[in-house]
Protein backbone atom coordinates (compact mmCIF):
# COMPACT_ATOMS: atom_id res chain seq x y z
CA UNK A 1 0.00 0.00 0.00
CA UNK A 2 1.26 3.26 -1.40
CA UNK A 3 2.40 5.15 1.97
CA UNK A 4 0.70 9.00 2.39
CA UNK A 5 2.89 12.00 3.36
CA UNK A 6 2.95 13.43 6.79
CA UNK A 7 0.46 11.77 8.31
CA UNK A 8 1.86 12.99 11.21
CA UNK A 9 3.24 16.55 12.15
CA UNK A 10 5.21 17.83 15.05
CA UNK A 11 5.85 21.54 16.20
CA UNK A 12 8.03 22.98 18.79
CA UNK A 13 6.89 26.21 20.22
CA UNK A 14 9.48 28.64 21.00
CA UNK A 15 7.66 28.91 24.77
CA UNK A 16 8.41 24.51 24.94
CA UNK A 17 5.10 23.51 24.27
CA UNK A 18 5.20 20.60 21.60
CA UNK A 19 2.51 19.62 19.30
CA UNK A 20 1.97 16.35 17.76
CA UNK A 21 -0.36 16.47 14.79
CA UNK A 22 -2.71 13.26 13.68
CA UNK A 23 -2.59 14.69 9.73
CA UNK A 24 -5.67 12.17 8.13
CA UNK A 25 -8.54 14.58 8.20
CA UNK A 26 -10.13 13.23 4.88
CA UNK A 27 -10.34 9.71 7.27
CA UNK A 28 -10.92 11.95 10.22
CA UNK A 29 -7.61 10.71 11.65
CA UNK A 30 -8.52 6.97 11.63
CA UNK A 31 -5.20 5.13 12.50
CA UNK A 32 -3.54 3.02 9.64
CA UNK A 33 -0.34 1.40 10.21
CA UNK A 34 1.46 3.97 8.81
CA UNK A 35 0.30 6.18 11.12
CA UNK A 36 0.72 4.04 14.14
CA UNK A 37 4.36 3.58 13.60
CA UNK A 38 4.78 7.02 13.06
CA UNK A 39 3.35 8.55 15.73
CA UNK A 40 5.72 6.29 17.71
CA UNK A 41 8.15 7.87 16.21
CA UNK A 42 6.74 11.22 17.10
CA UNK A 43 6.73 10.01 20.47
CA UNK A 44 10.37 8.89 20.68
CA UNK A 45 11.19 12.54 19.32
CA UNK A 46 9.60 14.38 21.70
CA UNK A 47 10.63 12.28 24.85
CA UNK A 48 14.12 12.75 23.62
CA UNK A 49 13.78 16.55 23.13
CA UNK A 50 14.83 18.96 26.04
CA UNK A 51 13.20 21.65 24.78
CA UNK A 52 9.88 20.30 24.49
CA UNK A 53 8.39 20.66 28.52
CA UNK A 54 4.90 19.37 27.23
CA UNK A 55 3.22 17.82 24.73
CA UNK A 56 0.11 18.32 22.93
CA UNK A 57 -1.90 15.83 20.94
CA UNK A 58 -4.13 17.16 18.23
CA UNK A 59 -5.89 16.07 15.22
CA UNK A 60 -6.44 18.47 11.68
CA UNK A 61 -9.95 18.94 10.25
CA UNK A 62 -11.47 19.43 13.80
CA UNK A 63 -11.43 15.90 14.68
CA UNK A 64 -8.74 14.07 16.91
CA UNK A 65 -9.05 10.59 16.00
CA UNK A 66 -12.06 7.99 14.94
CA UNK A 67 -10.01 5.01 15.53
CA UNK A 68 -8.55 2.08 13.39
CA UNK A 69 -9.08 2.35 10.02
CA UNK A 70 -10.92 -0.24 9.14
CA UNK A 71 -9.75 -1.43 5.57
CA UNK A 72 -6.06 -0.98 6.67
CA UNK A 73 -5.99 -2.49 10.37
CA UNK A 74 -9.52 -4.24 11.32
CA UNK A 75 -9.96 -6.06 7.67
CA UNK A 76 -6.79 -7.82 8.02
CA UNK A 77 -7.06 -8.56 11.89
CA UNK A 78 -10.28 -10.23 11.63
CA UNK A 79 -9.04 -13.04 9.39
CA UNK A 80 -5.00 -13.21 11.16
CA UNK A 81 -4.54 -14.03 14.85
CA UNK A 82 -1.04 -13.12 14.74
CA UNK A 83 -2.07 -9.62 13.29
CA UNK A 84 -4.63 -8.73 15.81
CA UNK A 85 -1.76 -10.04 18.42
CA UNK A 86 0.61 -8.14 16.72
CA UNK A 87 -1.98 -4.43 16.33
CA UNK A 88 -2.94 -5.12 20.31
CA UNK A 89 0.71 -4.91 21.40
CA UNK A 90 2.00 -1.87 18.65
CA UNK A 91 -1.02 0.20 19.76
CA UNK A 92 -0.42 -0.83 23.71
CA UNK A 93 3.33 0.02 23.60
CA UNK A 94 2.76 3.33 21.50
CA UNK A 95 0.25 4.79 24.28
CA UNK A 96 2.19 3.36 27.18
CA UNK A 97 4.90 5.60 25.72
CA UNK A 98 2.95 8.92 25.92
CA UNK A 99 1.48 7.78 29.51
CA UNK A 100 4.85 7.13 30.91
CA UNK A 101 6.89 10.04 29.17
CA UNK A 102 8.46 12.46 31.26
CA UNK A 103 6.51 15.46 29.97
CA UNK A 104 3.08 16.17 30.68
CA UNK A 105 0.70 14.95 27.65
CA UNK A 106 -2.19 16.69 26.75
CA UNK A 107 -4.91 14.86 24.58
CA UNK A 108 -6.59 18.41 22.30
CA UNK A 109 -10.11 16.70 21.87
CA UNK A 110 -12.00 18.24 19.20
CA UNK A 111 -14.72 16.32 16.83
CA UNK A 112 -14.81 12.37 17.29
CA UNK A 113 -12.42 10.61 19.94
CA UNK A 114 -13.36 7.22 19.88
CA UNK A 115 -11.88 3.53 19.52
CA UNK A 116 -8.41 4.00 19.09
CA UNK A 117 -8.89 7.65 19.20
CA UNK A 118 -10.46 7.52 23.03
CA UNK A 119 -7.48 4.80 24.36
CA UNK A 120 -4.69 7.71 22.60
CA UNK A 121 -7.09 10.77 24.81
CA UNK A 122 -7.03 8.48 27.96
CA UNK A 123 -3.35 7.68 27.50
CA UNK A 124 -2.59 11.05 28.35
CA UNK A 125 -1.94 12.97 31.38
CA UNK A 126 -4.43 15.06 30.81
CA UNK A 127 -7.79 15.74 28.17
CA UNK A 128 -9.06 18.94 26.83
CA UNK A 129 -12.37 19.13 25.25
CA UNK A 130 -14.33 20.81 22.86
CA UNK A 131 -17.79 21.23 24.03
CA UNK A 132 -19.17 19.83 20.32
CA UNK A 133 -16.71 16.87 20.60
CA UNK A 134 -17.65 13.19 20.30
CA UNK A 135 -15.94 11.08 23.03
CA UNK A 136 -16.12 7.14 23.69
CA UNK A 137 -15.38 3.71 23.90
CA UNK A 138 -17.36 2.74 20.54
CA UNK A 139 -15.51 -0.79 20.30
CA UNK A 140 -18.69 -2.66 21.37
CA UNK A 141 -20.60 -0.85 18.31
CA UNK A 142 -18.71 -2.93 16.27
CA UNK A 143 -18.37 -6.18 18.36
CA UNK A 144 -14.73 -5.14 18.41
CA UNK A 145 -12.67 -5.17 21.83
CA UNK A 146 -10.19 -2.20 22.70
CA UNK A 147 -6.45 -3.51 23.03
CA UNK A 148 -5.28 -0.80 24.16
CA UNK A 149 -5.70 0.80 27.79
CA UNK A 150 -9.81 1.06 28.01
CA UNK A 151 -10.29 -2.50 30.84
CA UNK A 152 -7.18 -1.04 32.92
CA UNK A 153 -6.80 3.12 32.41
CA UNK A 154 -10.74 3.84 32.23
CA UNK A 155 -12.01 2.47 35.47
CA UNK A 156 -9.09 4.38 37.29
CA UNK A 157 -10.38 7.26 36.02
CA UNK A 158 -14.35 7.88 36.07
CA UNK A 159 -15.31 4.33 38.41
CA UNK A 160 -16.14 0.84 37.50
CA UNK A 161 -19.35 1.52 36.44
CA UNK A 162 -19.13 4.61 34.63
CA UNK A 163 -16.21 2.76 32.42
CA UNK A 164 -18.49 -0.19 32.34
CA UNK A 165 -21.45 2.17 30.96
CA UNK A 166 -18.97 3.22 27.78
CA UNK A 167 -17.53 0.16 27.15
CA UNK A 168 -20.93 -1.90 27.32
CA UNK A 169 -23.34 0.21 25.53
CA UNK A 170 -20.64 2.61 23.00
CA UNK A 171 -22.37 5.84 24.08
CA UNK A 172 -20.88 9.03 22.99
CA UNK A 173 -20.58 11.94 25.59
CA UNK A 174 -19.95 15.67 24.48
CA UNK A 175 -17.04 17.62 25.51
CA UNK A 176 -19.09 19.13 28.58
CA UNK A 177 -20.06 15.85 29.42
CA UNK A 178 -16.83 14.12 29.60
CA UNK A 179 -15.83 17.12 32.22
CA UNK A 180 -18.43 15.98 34.11
CA UNK A 181 -17.84 12.66 34.26
CA UNK A 182 -13.85 13.82 35.09
CA UNK A 183 -12.83 11.93 32.06
CA UNK A 184 -11.54 15.32 30.94
CA UNK A 185 -10.31 18.17 32.67
CA UNK A 186 -12.27 21.09 31.11
CA UNK A 187 -14.26 21.73 28.11
CA UNK A 188 -14.62 25.37 26.05
CA UNK A 189 -17.05 25.81 23.27
CA UNK A 190 -14.46 25.83 19.63
CA UNK A 191 -14.12 29.46 19.54
CA UNK A 192 -12.31 29.58 22.85
CA UNK A 193 -10.49 25.82 22.68
CA UNK A 194 -7.24 27.37 21.05
CA UNK A 195 -7.45 29.53 24.44
CA UNK A 196 -8.46 27.01 26.85
CA UNK A 197 -5.16 24.72 25.45
CA UNK A 198 -3.09 27.84 25.87
CA UNK A 199 -4.01 28.50 29.55
CA UNK A 200 -4.10 24.87 30.89
CA UNK A 201 -0.52 23.92 29.37
CA UNK A 202 0.97 27.14 30.92
CA UNK A 203 1.77 25.60 33.91
CA UNK A 204 3.62 23.22 32.37
CA UNK A 205 5.89 25.25 31.06
CA UNK A 206 6.69 27.57 34.05
CA UNK A 207 7.17 25.06 36.51
CA UNK A 208 10.28 22.23 37.12
CA UNK A 209 10.91 19.54 34.56
CA UNK A 210 12.59 17.41 36.94
CA UNK A 211 10.03 17.56 39.86
CA UNK A 212 7.01 17.54 36.77
CA UNK A 213 8.46 13.90 35.90
CA UNK A 214 9.56 12.72 39.30
CA UNK A 215 5.61 13.62 40.74
CA UNK A 216 4.03 11.74 37.32
CA UNK A 217 6.06 8.58 37.71
CA UNK A 218 5.47 8.55 41.76
CA UNK A 219 1.80 9.13 40.83
CA UNK A 220 1.51 6.46 37.80
CA UNK A 221 3.53 3.81 39.51
CA UNK A 222 1.07 4.29 42.43
CA UNK A 223 -1.72 3.32 40.85
CA UNK A 224 -1.29 -0.70 41.65
CA UNK A 225 0.50 -0.10 44.72
CA UNK A 226 -0.49 -1.16 48.44
CA UNK A 227 -0.71 1.46 50.99
CA UNK A 228 2.90 0.46 52.58
CA UNK A 229 4.24 0.12 48.78
CA UNK A 230 2.88 3.68 48.24
CA UNK A 231 4.23 5.29 51.31
CA UNK A 232 7.45 4.00 50.54
CA UNK A 233 7.58 5.39 47.09
CA UNK A 234 6.14 8.86 48.28
CA UNK A 235 9.14 9.16 50.68
CA UNK A 236 11.50 8.04 48.35
CA UNK A 237 10.25 10.55 45.83
CA UNK A 238 10.18 13.14 47.98
CA UNK A 239 13.80 12.54 49.45
CA UNK A 240 15.00 12.36 45.36
CA UNK A 241 13.16 15.76 44.50
CA UNK A 242 14.67 17.66 47.57
CA UNK A 243 17.92 16.80 46.54
CA UNK A 244 17.50 18.38 42.88
CA UNK A 245 19.46 20.96 41.22
CA UNK A 246 15.53 22.62 40.30
CA UNK A 247 14.83 22.14 44.44
CA UNK A 248 17.70 24.00 45.68
CA UNK A 249 17.22 26.95 42.62
CA UNK A 250 13.23 26.84 43.88
CA UNK A 251 14.25 27.50 47.39
CA UNK A 252 16.79 30.18 46.01
CA UNK A 253 14.79 31.92 44.09
CA UNK A 254 11.56 32.01 46.99
CA UNK A 255 14.26 33.59 48.99
CA UNK A 256 15.89 36.07 46.79
CA UNK A 257 12.56 37.46 45.43
CA UNK A 258 12.84 36.19 41.74
CA UNK A 259 11.98 33.66 38.91
CA UNK A 260 13.86 30.70 38.87
CA UNK A 261 15.59 29.57 36.52
CA UNK A 262 15.12 25.29 35.92
CA UNK A 263 17.65 23.27 34.36
CA UNK A 264 15.36 20.14 34.90
CA UNK A 265 18.39 18.16 37.37
Known sequence: MELEKDVIQYELAENGLATIWL???????????????????????????????????????????????????????????????????????????????????????????????????????????SSEAKIGDFHIRRALFGGAGPIYRLPRYIGMRKAKELMLTGKLLSGDECAEWGLCNASATPDKFDDLIAEFCQPFLDLSPFCMWMTKMAVNRGMDADTNTLITLETMTCNVVHHSQDAKEGVAAFLGKRKPVWTGN
Not at 36 to 51: C, G, Q, S
Not at 53 to 65: E, I, M, P, Q
Not at 67 to 96: F, M, N, W
Open 23 to 129: NRPHKRNCVSPQLLRDLEAAVDKVAAEPKALAVVFRGRGNTFCSGADLDQLVGPVLHETSTSLQLAIDSARTYDKIFNMRKPTIAAVEGYAVAGGFELMISCDFALA
